[in-house]
């Protein structure tokens, strides 16, 4: 049902234009054109149009506000040259009753898709801007270059490019039981897919069968990579996979989880669970099992994906 469509903040949302990047008359003869469209973003919070169903603000003018007013190149969208612009300061800047700036966090899945996957974009590329604005090498300060892809130091050279952590994600089952944890500071009665970051020297599949073991104290095989999505809260890239459960005895040894626990297929179809947000892999792992197994849609909403 839902294998080939792409997760929420994925997808070919954006003709990158990576190859252009470097070119700075082009980026100025785009930044000029009347076709340019400018997203903003304020403390990493979005612009967003105000109501029930935001849209992100492409603005069709440059604010003032902002600190570096070349921006960063995000690519074309919808035919327009993008670029995404950072708003200084720790007030909200004022922009009239018709915007908002809203954390994508909460709004992503209000979002048509594709304009989800460009906010999503461009609030990883300030996070990681706000980290390296001196050099990691040396100490000096930073400068922008190749349409805000790269911070390079003004010292020694040293080229600090956009970094994205990989998290793995992962369904076990045990036929028609799926494995599920949660942590203490969740709503009461939500539970979750198993997920941990990806450790230097390690591969996606140690990493799967490590983070179920020192979560849950249960062994997995047959690890199947499913899809992937793009998370910038602050900046993983979910790697999700299914995986078979071989034991049955859960424990939470690293404390990490309050909670886990193998839930029958009849518990997550019936609602006895309270899943993650739909705009999740999570929910997406769990959604594509169940299908499997049932051939029957956890989901109540629109059909997957909402595209506009
Ligand atoms: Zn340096």
């Known amino acids: 049902m839902t294998a080939q469509n792409p997760n929420i903040y994925a997808g070919p949302y954006v003709d990158r234009a990576s190859s252009v990047r470097a070119d700075a008359a082009q980026l100025a003869m785009w930044r000029a054109d009347p076709l340019a469209r400018w997203?903003?973003?304020?403390?990493?919070?979005?612009?967003?149009?105000?109501?029930?169903?935001?849209?992100?603000?492409?603005?069709?003018?440059?604010?003032?506000?902002?600190?570096?007013?070349e921006g960063i190149f995000l690519?074309?969208?919808?035919g327009h040259p993008v670029f995404a612009i950072e708003a200084d300061g720790t007030e909200v800047p004022a922009l009239g009753d018709a915007h908002r700036f809203a954390d994508l966090r909460g709004i992503g899945g209000l979002l048509p898709p594709d304009e989800a996957g460009l906010l999503?974009?461009?609030?990883?590329?300030?996070?990681?801007?706000?980290?390296?604005?001196?050099?990691?090498?040396?100490?000096?300060l930073t400068v922008a270059g190749?349409?805000?892809?790269?911070?390079?130091?003004?010292?020694?050279?040293?080229a600090a490019f956009p970094r994205?952590?990989?998290a793995i994600i992962v369904l076990a089952v045990d036929g028609d039981r799926a494995l599920l944890g949660r942590q203490a500071n969740w709503p009461t009665g939500r539970y979750s897919t198993i997920a941990g970051f990806v450790e230097p020297g390690e591969s996606l599949e140690d990493a799967v069968v490590r983070e179920v073991r020192e979560e849950t104290g249960i062994e997995v095989d047959q690890v199947r990579y499913r899809s992937?999505?793009?998370?910038?809260?602050?900046?993983?890239?979910?790697?999700?996979?299914?995986?078979?459960?071989?034991?049955?005895?859960?424990?939470?040894?690293?404390?990490?989880?309050?909670?886990?626990r193998f839930f029958s297929i009849q518990d997550?179809?019936?609602?006895?669970?309270?899943?993650?947000?739909?705009?999740?892999?999570s929910f997406r792992l769990i959604e594509d099992w169940f299908y499997t197994q049932t051939g029957?849609?956890?989901?109540?909403?629109?059909?997957?994906?909402?595209?506009?």
């Not at 149009?49 to 003018?61: F, H, I, K, Q, S």
């Not at 690519?75 to 919808?78: A, D, K, L, V, W």
């Not at 996070?127 to 001196?134: G, I, L, N, V």
């Not at 992937?228 to 989880?257: I, K, Y």
């Open 39 to 69: 997203l903003l973003v304020w403390s990493l919070q979005s612009l967003v149009t105000v109501g029930d169903a935001p849209n992100a603000a492409l603005l069709r003018t440059r604010p003032d506000s902002a600190s570096d007013p």
């Open 75 to 78: 690519g074309h969208f919808r």
């Open 120 to 140: 999503a974009y461009a609030r990883a590329l300030f996070y990681w801007r706000s980290r390296h604005r001196y050099c990691g090498a040396c100490g000096e």
């Open 146 to 158: 190749d349409g805000g892809h790269v911070m390079r130091c003004a010292g020694c050279g040293h």
């Open 164 to 166: 994205i952590d990989p």
């Open 228 to 260: 992937s999505q793009p998370w910038p809260f602050p900046s993983s890239l979910m790697l999700g996979f299914q995986a078979r459960a071989t034991t049955s005895t859960v424990l939470c040894p690293d404390g990490e989880l309050e909670d886990a």
């Open 268 to 281: 997550i179809g019936s609602g006895a669970v309270l899943l993650p947000p739909s705009s999740s892999i």
């Open 296 to 308: 029957s849609s956890l989901r109540t909403g629109p059909p997957w994906p909402m595209r506009s």
